[in-house]
């Protein structure tokens, strides 16, 4: 019964295309489309988009979306008069209830519950959702014309007079780094040959992220949080850890070879590494190695004061894992290498996983050592933090993104670990008797000004992993 000729024709034609990409993702990747899915979309970068394109995407658009769209718009509408139409109308929305009280009445017990324990289904089964989550995604980002000023954060912040050690520390930002897949924290796979020379190292195998996406979680890294929410309206609108830092004198750069700093980065030095413009390790995918290129020069030009030096991974980045790492890393085979993991075994998957976390691996050992050729002159030391985890099948999911409610523990369990340089003072067998405490990444904020022995009101040393071993 088609019966409004002002709204009907326009809006079907929108809703077809828009399930056929909700269709599509659920086929391909088991996951919703949510306001934090919009975040992610509207923040992801070509060379991320391209990763999920594919002829799949291409068919499900044109025979799910297209091809209905265009029978419905050379359909030919009945012209009523309003008045027939009103009546229509009613009488259809009448008819549409009564069927779905019919259907639904008999199992009413289970239906309740049943909704009530999978809130998630509302996203599944209504494809106005996506239209919905992206009306409510602009709704929270409202923020027009130029950079708003933030609200100032510890701006008392300074570094005692008695600390004269000058301070370099590099904190590496990872990617869907799973920490069950790291071998330091018991893996069978020996996907940390590198990192596990090294005895002043200290994985923290029980690390839970603020949330399952990069575009949510790392300004939660980077924000003071007085509790669990997750309010990243409010982290937007507020200076953050590298703020305080800069308060505190302390030198900040940001270098990205992910998407960006999702605005963490917004006051102080940030430069791009996704091209060869800067990038020196670009062979089609910028190498996350290449960050380190004209770090020495950096470090030399800074003549006094502590260093803090940020660097955003392309890490795990799916779902083409397999783009992530040179050939040389190509240990666990076979691999999966399409961004169609239903083309791919389980297993195929999980093996193009672990190889780049084996490329992660060893871009950390980089990183330390760049880091212990400045030993004689600072206190070094590399914090390692990855923002998210990642479903490799468990369950029938891939990727990330669920909405925290209901994100399966493989999405919120992160790789973590902190080297310390040989004259980094730090009690490091106390370090190491609290490595499978639970922390999140709420601990970062407080250890990183900890690094740096910071003094402000913000900083709370209950939250800082090294609390202990400070003194
Ligand atoms: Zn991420």
């Not at 990409?21 to 975040?39: E, H, P, Q, R």
């Not at 020495?296 to 795990?316: A, K, P, R, S």
């Not at 894992?321 to 040179?326: D, G, Q, V």
């Not at 993104?401 to 523990?409: D, F, S, V």
């Amino acid at each position: 019964m088609v019966c409004n000729r002002f709204t009907v024709k326009p809006l079907l034609m929108l809703l077809f295309p828009i399930a056929a990409l909700c269709a599509y993702f659920m086929d391909s990747y088991n996951t919703v489309i949510d306001s934090d899915m919009i975040a992610n979309t509207l923040q992801t970068n070509i060379s991320e988009a391209r990763d999920l394109m594919s002829g799949k995407l291409l068919l499900y658009m044109v025979s799910l979306g297209a091809i209905p769209a265009g029978i419905i718009y050379r359909m030919p509408l009945a012209a009523m008069s309003y008045r027939a139409e009103f009546f229509c109308s009613v009488k259809s929305v009448l008819l549409s209830i009564g069927i779905m009280v019919l259907a639904i009445a008999p199992f009413s017990a289970q239906y309740a519950s049943f909704f009530r324990e999978h809130k998630i289904l509302r996203y599944y089964a209504n494809p106005v959702s996506p239209l919905f989550s992206t009306v409510r995604y602009f709704d929270k980002h409202r923020i027009t014309g130029s950079d708003p000023a933030r609200n100032p954060l510890g701006e008392d912040a300074r570094i005692p007079a008695a600390d004269t050690d000058r301070e370099l520390v590099i904190l590496v930002v990872g990617e869907t780094a799973r920490a069950d897949r790291f071998s330091l924290n018991g893996y069978a796979r020996k996907t940390n040959p590198g990192l596990e020379r090294y005895q002043s190292l200290v994985s923290f195998s029980n690390m839970q992220s603020c949330a399952t996406s990069t575009a949510i979680s790392v300004p939660c890294m980077f924000a003071l949080r007085d509790d669990d929410s997750v309010d990243i309206e409010k982290f937007g609108r507020t200076e953050n850890l590298l703020d305080v830092l800069t308060h505190a004198g302390v030198s900040v750069l940001w270098r990205d070879n992910n998407s960006d700093s999702k605005g963490v980065a917004r006051n102080v030095r940030s430069e791009n590494f996704r091209s060869a413009k800067l990038n020196p390790t670009c062979d089609g995918e910028c190498r996350d190695s290449g960050m380190l290129a004209g770090l020495d020069e950096y470090i030399t030009g800074i003549n006094q004061g502590d260093i803090l030096i940020v660097l955003h991974q392309m890490g795990n980045h799916g779902p083409a894992y397999y783009k992530r790492y040179p050939e040389s890393f190509n240990i666990f085979t076979p691999t999966c290498n399409s961004n169609q993991l239903e083309d791919c075994t389980v297993e195929a998957i999980n093996n193009s996983y672990d190889n780049a976390i084996l490329y992660t691996d060893y871009f950390l050992t980089r990183v330390i050592a760049l880091l212990q050729s400045y030993n004689d002159r600072f206190e070094t030391a590399l914090f390692y933090v990855s923002d998210h985890g990642e479903s490799l099948g468990e369950h029938g999911l891939y990727l990330h993104g669920l909405p925290n409610m209901i994100a399966p523990r493989e999405q919120r369990e992160v790789a973590a670990l902190i080297w310390f340089g040989k004259n980094f003072e730090i009690n490091l067998d106390e370090v190491t008797a609290h490595a499978a405490d639970t922390y999140t990444h709420a601990n970062l904020f407080h250890t990183v000004l900890g690094l740096f022995e910071v003094q402000t009101s913000v900083y709370n040393d209950k939250l800082d992993i090294l609390r202990s071993a400070h003194r």
